[in-house]
C-alpha cells in the first residue's frame, strides 16, 4: 500500500519497528517465565 501513496513510508517503517519491539518483548517474557530459574522468586 505504501507503493500505491495510500500511505506513507515513514508510517510502514514505526508501524514494523514497532510490531516487532512488541513481538521480541513477548517472547523474551515467555522465554524467561518458561526458564527453570528462580529469577523473580519464582513465580
Known amino acids: ?3 500505491s501513496g495510500a500511505i506513507l513510508w ?3 517503517y514505526l ?3 514497532g ?3 512488541v513481538y521480541a518483548t513477548l517472547f523474551a517474557f515467555f ?3 518458561d526458564s527453570e ?3 523473580l ?3
Do not use: E, K, P
Open 1 to 3: 500500500m505504501a507503493r
Open 10 to 12: 515513514g508510517a510502514s
Open 15 to 17: 508501524t514494523i519497528t
Open 19 to 21: 510490531n516487532v519491539i
Open 31 to 33: 522465554a524467561m517465565m
Open 37 to 39: 530459574s528462580d529469577y
Open 41 to 43: 522468586g519464582g513465580i
